[in-house]
Structures are given as C-alpha cells and as structure tokens.
C-alpha cells in the first residue's frame, strides 16, 4: 500500500519539485481568483494526479479478480478526465476571467474554473465508458462511446464552444447554462440507451 501511496502522489510531487521552472515558463502562480490559486495552477495540479491511474491499475492487478486487459481499460478511464483538464490548462486560466464588456471595460467574471469541468468530465467518463463493460449489443457500445466522447471534449473545450453559443459560458450564468446542457443531453441519451435497472452504479 505504501507503494501504491508513492505512486499515486508522485505526479503531484514533482510538480511542487518543478514548480518554480514551471512558472516561469507559463505564469502558474499569478494568484487573481478568490481561493488564491490560480486556475492554471489548479489545473496542472489536477493533471499531477494522473498518476494515480497507474496506483489505481496495480491494485486492480494484485487484489481483484478482473482480467490484465479490463484492469488497463479501467486505468485508462480513471486518467482521462485529469488528463483532459491538464493538457488544456491554457484554458482553464485566470485569463478566462477577464471579459470585455459592452463598453469594452474589462469586468471580472468566474472564467473557466476547472474544478467545476473536472467534476462533470469524471461523471461523463466514469458512467459512460465503465457502462461499456456491462453491454452486449456492438451497435449500443459504439453509440456510448461516441457520446461520451463528445460530451467529454465539450467539456474540456468550453474556450472553443464558446464562439459558436448565444451566451458568453465564462459568467457564471454561462457556466451553469453550459454545464448544465452537456450534463442533460448526456443523460438523456444515456438513458435512452441503458435502462435504470442497468447502469453499472446500481447493479
């Protein structure tokens, strides 16, 4: 366990070890939100976290009974909303913060918190792709794995989406407008798709 323990943490090790080249390089510790963390740094920390994917696959292998390849899938699951999240920390930025208003004065808004897309990223992917362990039907599998994969990239591309919306998704009205949305379509569709008495945090 003490190993499993160094592992998980290690990515977040070596980034308080590295942080110093890491902000020069990106301006991480430019403090300007409420918590005093800026988001950069909060999305850099989440993708430090990445490495308990591999924790999370060695206990899979030595204390349950599921097979070498459904404990890779599973590892690879977990890490993909810190992965997400960590590689757009570009966007996940105290910038996003910042909005020009009518009077082209600049207004601070919440911007794109990650924690609050990390949260929605870890509930598409984690119901969506392990759902996929429990279907029989191909045609059912693909459909689940395309909307989870769309709906995971429109979370972690608020930025990208955002130009094409009727509302600006770095309020905080945009935010929950747009969350909220993603969350919906998911789960109508989702359900459409498996059955209650199916989903896999039931059975």
Not at 29 to 55: E, G, P, V
Not at 99 to 127: A, T, V
Request: aromatic share 18%; net charge positive.
């Amino acid at each position: 366990m003490i190993i499993v323990y160094l592992i998980s943490s290690s990515g977040l090790y070596l980034f308080q070890y590295y942080s110093n080249e890491i902000d020069k390089k990106y301006n991480i510790k430019n403090t300007t939100n409420l918590n005093n963390y800026s988001y950069q740094t909060l999305s850099l920390c989440i993708f430090s976290f990445i490495t308990t994917s591999l924790a999370l696959f060695i206990m899979l292998t030595l204390l349950s009974n599921i097979s070498l390849y459904n404990c890779i899938l599973i590892s690879l699951i977990f890490s993909l909303p810190f992965f997400g999240i960590g590689v757009r920390f570009k966007t996940f930025h105290d910038d996003s913060r910042w909005i020009k208003g009518k009077d082209r004065k600049e207004k601070q808004e919440i911007g794109y918190n990650p924690m609050y897309y990390f949260y929605l990223s870890c509930i598409i992917c984690f119901i969506g792709y392990y759902q996929i362990f429990y279907l029989t039907h191909l045609e059912d599998i693909i459909i689940l794995i395309i909307l989870t994969f769309i709906c995971h990239v429109l979370t972690i591309s608020p930025d990208k989406m955002n130009k094409y919306l009727p509302f600006d998704n770095r309020t905080l009205k945009g935010n929950i407008l747009y969350l909220g949305a993603i969350l919906i379509l998911f789960m109508l569709i989702f359900t459409q798709i498996i059955p209650l008495e199916d989903f896999w945090f039931i059975r």
